[in-house]
């Protein structure tokens, strides 16, 4: 008797985990999933130590809206088309594995080139506004001078992005975005593996997106405080970007 109470209390408390954590698993995988931000290739929008909310539905469903990406279909699911400026979470065509978040710059079918540091698309320079600020941005674990501007792509979204001021980008090659593709740059440009970089990240196939950016529900600046440096944490808080909308 003993060993049957003792049976039903692990299989009763085994249900109630597996339970939970398929909710969690569908939680994750069809609302909203939690990311961490590790790199500055998106400052100033995005912070290294952000932790940000990201809408697993807004552009649909692939194999990669679920962990390890399962190979269950080549297709999308109530597929919602992308729009310029948006930031997007997407798994890096090298690999089908990492996760990288960067801004969508260019539809299928555009092309994209840096003429004299401006983005042109489709042979039409974008508006850009140098703001008053000079910025000071990471890059790595360098500081970079950045001039920073307010860019406004054709649907008329606007977003700050930096240059750096010394030895920024100045001309590319024609990058001309396939079918079914995208083109994303980091609003760090100087310090972005992104689209430009063709044999790592290139034209984003519509499958590979993850899911928007929506939310950065907390955030601690990793180089007062970290595992190593756990005396700061208070120190670290961002509180002017908890709950901060994108």
């Known amino acids: 008797m003993k060993k049957n109470k003792i049976f039903y209390v692990i299989y009763d408390n085994a249900k109630t985990l597996i339970g939970a954590l398929i909710i969690a698993i569908l939680i994750r995988s069809l609302l909203f999933q939690p990311f961490y931000i590790p790199s500055s290739s998106m400052e100033p929008t995005l912070l290294v130590g952000?932790?940000?909310?990201?809408?697993?539905?807004?552009?649909?469903?692939?194999?990669?809206?679920?962990?390890?990406?399962?190979?269950?279909?080549?297709?999308?699911?109530?597929?919602?088309?992308?729009?310029?400026?948006?930031?997007?979470?997407?798994?890096?065509?090298?690999?089908?594995?990492?996760?990288?978040?960067?801004?969508?710059?260019?539809?299928?079918?555009?092309t994209i080139q840096f003429v004299e540091g401006s983005i042109l698309i489709n042979n039409k320079k974008i508006l850009r506004k140098k703001t008053d600020n000079e910025m000071i941005i990471r890059c790595g674990n360098f500081l970079?001078?950045?001039?920073?501007?307010?860019?406004?792509?054709?649907?008329?979204?606007?977003?700050?992005?930096?240059?750096k001021k010394k030895g920024s980008l100045q001309n590319s090659k024609v990058f001309k975005v396939p079918a079914n593709h995208y083109f994303l740059l980091g609003d760090n440009r100087d310090c972005s593996k992104d689209s430009r970089y063709l044999d790592s990240v290139g034209y984003v196939n519509y499958l590979n997106l993850v899911g928007e950016a929506k939310l950065i529900f907390f955030s601690n600046d990793t180089n007062i405080s970290s595992l190593l440096k756990f005396w700061n944490i208070n120190k670290s808080f961002r509180f002017d970007r908890f709950i901060k909308k994108l």
């Open 50 to 110: 952000d932790r940000i909310f990201v809408s697993k539905y807004t552009y649909g469903y692939s194999k990669h809206s679920f962990p390890f990406s399962p190979n269950i279909s080549n297709e999308r699911f109530f597929l919602k088309l992308p729009e310029r400026g948006d930031l997007v979470v997407f798994k890096t065509p090298a690999d089908n594995r990492t996760d990288y978040i960067k801004r969508l710059i260019g539809m299928p079918g555009d």
């Open 144 to 163: 970079l001078e950045t001039n920073a501007f307010i860019e406004t792509l054709p649907n008329g979204i606007e977003h700050k992005v930096v240059y």
